[in-house]
């Protein structure tokens, strides 16, 4: 099961932290509108093959929950149910959000487990790409918050150091698996991370991008087969390049949720491939349901 967990923006879904370089200076969002860009970007998701698991925000102060990239990281395990490892987030106004996600990661089937340490935002800090885990750390995430979680994920993991305006690795870093190119933007790495991209995964397989094109969200499309889920911001260089390599770019009108709220298609889930017999979902989390109450708005 190709697995995203998502949060839709609630009927009075404002701007609170404004903690990224797009929300800071950004006007006041259209909430309906913001409810409408979410639904069509799930259904984007489910019409590739993809389940979304979706939860509302049980209280309309908790308005970081549609950047479900920080809600916490799935870990699939043989023979077992998959680890769910809550986040540790930076921003104070998002730092409940946990409480309900873990919830509903129990009511999945999962074993829920805290890395009790230090700041680390989950899925926005974890890539996976030819077998292995990227963590990364130096944007809000710190090294002993990535230390404390790295216990929970087997195999090879590398450690990657990010700097601004990259507060996530998934600013940093796009893997593209169906073309087997790894996206990079080597401006805002330490320079001894990007050496060690180039000598674990050849410098042949690495797409680089520039400072000025991970502004425009080039590395926070979201990849489902051969398809990228990308905001309309997008720079036309960054599409071209992904077209050349046999991918298809589709739009998505993100005025909302990224343009102001700044977090992309990317952000707007926490995504993990688990074997679908371990887990079981509620109807009410389905996205069927919670597209009704959004249809419902009109």
Known sequence: MDLFLMSPPGRTWALRGRSNFRSREAPPVDARQARREWLALARDIEARG?????????????????????CGQVVARQGAAP???????MSAHRQA??????????SLGMEVV???????????????????????????TTLDGLEAAARYFPGEVLRIQVREPAFHGNMAVLPLPAVDRLMVCPDVMAPESHALLRERFGEHRLLLVTEAEIRRYATNGLPV????????????????RLEALGLRVVSLTMRELCEKGGGSSRCLVSRAEVDAATLNIPDAFRLSAIARDIDADG
Do not use: C, K, N, Q
């Open 83 to 89: 680890l769910f490892v809550l986040p540790r987030v």
């Open 225 to 240: 087969g051969r398809d990228v889920l990308a905001p309309s911001v997008v720079p036309d260089s960054v599409r071209e």
């Open 50 to 70: 993809g389940t979304v698991v979706a939860l509302p925000s049980p209280s309309e102060l908790l308005t970081g929950m549609p950047y479900a990239a920080e």
């Open 97 to 106: 959000e946990r409480e309900h996600w873990a919830p509903l990661a129990r």
């Open 114 to 140: 805290d890395p009790g340490v230090g700041i680390w935002e989950a899925h926005g800090d974890v890539a996976t790409f030819d077998g292995v885990t990227l963590l990364f750390w130096g944007g809000r």
